[in-house]
């Protein structure tokens, strides 16, 4: 199954809801495009719903730092959301799990952004 994505507004907080795999080729640039596409809207605050992914690799998490890259230096934040076992494994083995904040409860997580 190929990455698809679904974008939505909860008060000023834009979520993607991620599902399938985040890979080298089109499921890596869908989400590199798509994290543009929100920049350059003007949304400041972003946060990614990764419960439905079902597998990504290195080129999966190169976009990950690339859209939270892109993100921050708009001035803007990006945020994790129900990060699946296996990425959480590969955020801990390369040490990215201290750059990315992370959530398990979506309401929390839409707080967490802060008027």
């Known amino acids: 199954m190929s990455l698809k994505l679904t974008t939505r507004k909860v008060g000023d907080v834009m979520v993607i809801d991620a599902s399938g795999k985040i890979t080298l080729g089109e499921g890596s640039t869908a ?3 798509r994290i543009k596409e929100l920049v350059a809207a003007g949304d400041k605050k972003v946060l990614v719903n990764m ?3 079902t597998y ?3 080129s999966g998490i190169g976009e990950l730092v690339s859209g939270f890259t ?3 230096n708009s001035g803007g934040v ?3 959301l129900n990060l699946g076992k296996r990425v959480q494994d590969l955020l801990q083995i390369t040490k990215l799990y201290t750059v990315f904040e992370t959530h ?3 309401a929390e ?3 967490s952004f802060g008027a």
């Open 78 to 80: 990006l945020k994790l």
């Open 70 to 72: 892109t993100t921050t």
């Open 104 to 106: 398990t409860d979506e």
């Open 51 to 53: 419960g439905d992914v």
């Open 109 to 111: 997580a839409i707080r």
């Open 31 to 33: 989400f590199r495009d």
């Open 56 to 58: 990504i690799d290195s």
